[in-house]
């Protein structure tokens, strides 16, 4: 049944709009108006900014059991990969399907219509297969569902400990032997209407340089996104010069894996030479600034690469928060503590990076606008909430980017479906409840991963 919907306050991609009524027809988008004064009869009011719903392009999901925990003490992106071992070392199927539920829903509730969870938790303990060898991926296929967001699958090449070493006991789990075998798995996980299948390669240091072609050529011939870690440590660039004599992106851009289907997750710590690679491909880079910062990763060069030619897109990977508008002031903010300069990018490009070309990096292209044609994917955001009253209407997009959190999202809407309304998930209920019995049973008594 066609629904129409009254925004008080549209972001269109050219600019804000006032009194806009969008018609959804089925999943999509059928007509958009604006400068309308009143509500049409029938159709449901969204009070606030109406943008396209954000795209969250690279997730963990199992490190939401990290939160807290991890933030106490020191130390360094390599002693916060041995305690997120612990946690993966307990999940199970089940365990994950309930996990994965509630943060998804917790995305909705931040007003993320589409995650891209970068896959690679295979196997069971001990790195053998189940008997349902794709059982965690159509976990976190289910878990989207009944969140009610779209998902798309990056289902990861995970082979090594390092550059050319057997992987470790905690490895084992993400571990199909080869390139092969793990195209033979992903092969099996087929798209759905609320999911897409795409491909990652954990990182250089994880595929062998010789398997690298292989993973390309899956996502290649399947034309789907394929996602890689690039670059979020000098260690990793350090032990590439040695094994390879050339950068992590170097090698990727020598075995065919960059272009623009395929996305660099971080790529903080690049060289000029860098930069002009992945840019003259046209990859999308994925920055993901509250985990980067969060695991002292450093700041990367996110407005050179813009300028090279790659696409930006946004995540909150670790999910030591899940707020796409910290992600999206945070990429202007940490540049500005970088160049000591304001203004690298207008709040319209950096909504573009959270929705439209967010989407586009997971295989959504059609998602990320709003527009006749376009799936009805609608995040509102309030404008009179204590962080976002008093600027005026011309200015919600910067009210929204700069000032507003997720804390701010009234509605959710989800190929025409509402998810969120005013405040509240109306598949899941009560969010905070399924997150502390999801994650308790990852945690020792004093709220500490177990090992």
Known sequence: MPVT????????????????????????????????????????????????????????????????????????????????YGVAARLSPESYLALARAVYAEMALAGITCVGEFHYLHHA????????????????????????????????????????????????????????????????????????????????????????????????????????????????????????GCTPTRLL???????????????????????????????????????????????????DLARAGSPLSLGSDSHAVIDLFEEARAMELDERLRTRRRGHWAAGDLLRAATGDGHASLGWPEAGRVEPGALADLTTVALDSVRTAGPPPALAAETAVFAATAADVRHVIVGGRTVVRDGAHTLVGDVAAALAEAVGPLTGPGGTPHA
Request: glycine share 12%; proline share 7%; hydrophobic share 40%.
């Open 253 to 303: 851009a020598d075995h065919g894996v960059l272009g623009p289907r395929a996305s660099a997750v971080h790529a903080t710590h690049l060289t000029g030479e860098d930069v002009s690679l992945l840019g003259g491909s046209g990859t999308t880079v994925c920055m993901c600034p509250t985990t980067e910062r969060d695991l002292a990763d450093g700041i990367g060069p996110a407005a």
């Open 5 to 84: 919907y009254f925004a008080e306050h549209a972001w269109t991609g050219g600019g804000v709009a006032s009194g806009v009524v969008i018609e959804v027809a089925g999943d999509r988008i059928a007509a958009v108006r604006t400068g309308v004064p009143t509500p049409p009869p029938g159709a449901e009011v969204l009070r606030g900014l109406t943008i396209p719903g954000l795209a969250n392009a690279h997730s963990h999901a199992f490190h939401r059991a990290l939160r807290g925990s991890v933030q106490a003490g020191s130390g360094t992106f390599w002693t916060w990969r041995e305690i997120m």
């Open 125 to 244: 303990p001990g790195g053998t297969p189940y008997l349902e060898p794709n059982i965690m991926g159509e976990a976190l296929i289910e878990a989207a569902a009944q969140a009610g967001i779209r998902i798309t699958l990056l289902d990861t090449c995970y082979l090594s400990s390092g550059f050319g070493a057997p992987p470790d006991e905690h490895q084992l789990r993400f571990s199909d032997g080869d390139a092969e075998t793990w195209a033979a798995r992903a092969a099996a996980l087929k798209d759905r209407p609320h999911a897409r299948i795409g491909a990652a390669i954990h990182s250089v240091r994880a595929v062998p340089a010789g398997q690298l072609a292989t993973v390309a050529e899956w996502a290649a011939t399947r034309r789907a996104p394929l996602h890689v870690h690039l670059s979020e440590q000098p260690a990793e660039n350090e032990a590439c010069l040695r094994a390879h």
